[in-house]
């Protein structure tokens, strides 16, 4: 499994990016992909998620209403549209993706992208 994503860089307060992930040799287990950050000092934390249809999507409450995530199937891409960006949403933003599993009830993110830098400036 290859997750390649981009997209990160340097932006104003209030100002936009758009994140991009491309898979490759996903598992026919695989249901869902995502998105995790990580700020400096802080815990990973979840983002968003879109099942494999790109009909179910879930978020993070703090970046509900502003973030959308969405998925190309023929380019097996996901990405991640980022608006009215914060200071605190400065992080390192992770692909992610796994499956729901129904006998824990639980996501179980497997296959992790290297990352990319979103720096929010003030």
């Known amino acids: 499994v290859q997750l390649q994503a981009s997209g990160g860089g340097l932006v104003q307060a209030g100002g936009s990016l758009r994140l991009s992930c491309a898979a490759s040799?996903?598992?026919?287990?695989?249901?869902?992909m995502g998105w995790f950050r990580q700020a400096p000092g802080k815990e990973r934390e979840f983002v968003a998620r879109?099942?494999?249809?790109?009909?179910?999507?879930d978020y993070a409450g703090p970046v509900k209403g502003r973030f959308t995530i969405s998925r190309d199937r023929a380019q097996n891409t996901v990405r991640l549209q980022m608006n009215s960006l914060k200071p605190e949403d400065t992080a390192t933003y992770y692909c992610v993706v796994g499956r729901y599993s129904r006998a824990y009830q639980t996501y179980e993110w497997n296959y992790w992208g290297r990352g990319t830098l979103v720096t929010v400036s003030s």
């Open positions: 040799g996903l598992p026919d287990s695989s249901d869902h």
């Open positions: 879109i099942n494999w249809s790109g009909i179910r999507t």
